[in-house]
């Protein structure tokens, strides 16, 4: 069982910037892949951005790219994602989770961990 702790959501002004950070509760999770997903209210969970298991590789949704950036430290166990130039459509709660392999996925049900969520809410 893995557990996953994510810290850094909050309000922010739009155009603002946050980083949100997510820590693995294993050594071994940095061998699999992770992803960022949210989701807004009445909206269904969004794919963001995952990143393969050394970090080599990284996907972001278009509607992300160019804004934001994920990133990982093995050595930390922790994955983060850097949201820059927010807007009030990135309003949602943002969660972490692990692939069940080492590559890339947008998929849900590709993630077999997930952390709580952590809400983040840009104001106008």
């Known amino acids: 069982q893995v557990q996953l702790v994510e810290s850094g959501g909050g309000l922010v002004q739009a155009g603002g910037s946050l980083r949100l950070s997510c820590t693995a509760s294993r050594r071994t999770s940095t061998n699999n892949g992770m992803g960022w997903f949210r989701q807004a209210p009445g909206k269904g969970r969004e794919f963001v951005a995952a990143?393969?298991?050394?970090?080599?590789?990284?996907d972001y949704s278009d509607s992300v790219k160019g804004r934001f950036t994920i990133s990982r430290d093995n050595a930390k166990n922790t994955l983060y994602l850097d949201l820059s130039r927010l807007n009030p459509e990135d309003t949602a709660v943002y969660y972490c989770a692990v692939n069940r392999g080492s590559g890339l996925s947008r998929q849900t049900q590709a993630f077999q961990y997930w952390g709580q969520g952590t809400q983040v809410s840009v104001s106008s």
């Open positions: 990143i393969s298991w050394r970090g080599e590789s990284k």
